[in-house]
């Protein structure tokens, strides 16, 4: 599994799924409609910050969403 170069922001990531207006479970139904199969605490870690997505999920995870891969990034990580 490929790692993610930069630091997820899990508050971004789940603000972006609220305001997509998609619960965790519809995410994840979108995932896997993209071969993406995740369980549903895995992404609920990556939001609470106990995980970070790997590079295959986050670029999956921004699609499903509908926003730019960047905006999902931590504000610290961009300037690093």
């Known amino acids: 599994m490929a790692k993610l170069s930069l630091t997820a ?3 971004k990531m789940r603000l972006a799924r609220e305001a997509a207006d998609l619960t965790v479970d ?3 139904e979108r995932l896997r409609k993209e ?3 995740r369980h549903p605490d895995h992404i609920r870690n990556c939001e609470l ?3 970070q997505p790997g590079l295959e999920l986050f670029n999956a995870y921004a699609r ?3 926003v730019d ?3 999902l ?3 610290d990580a961009k300037t690093a």
């Open 9 to 11: 922001d899990g508050r």
């Open 26 to 28: 519809q995410l994840v």
């Open 35 to 37: 071969g993406v199969d």
């Open 49 to 51: 910050g106990y995980q």
């Open 64 to 66: 499903a969403v509908g």
């Open 69 to 71: 891969r960047l905006t």
């Open 73 to 75: 990034i931590a504000d």
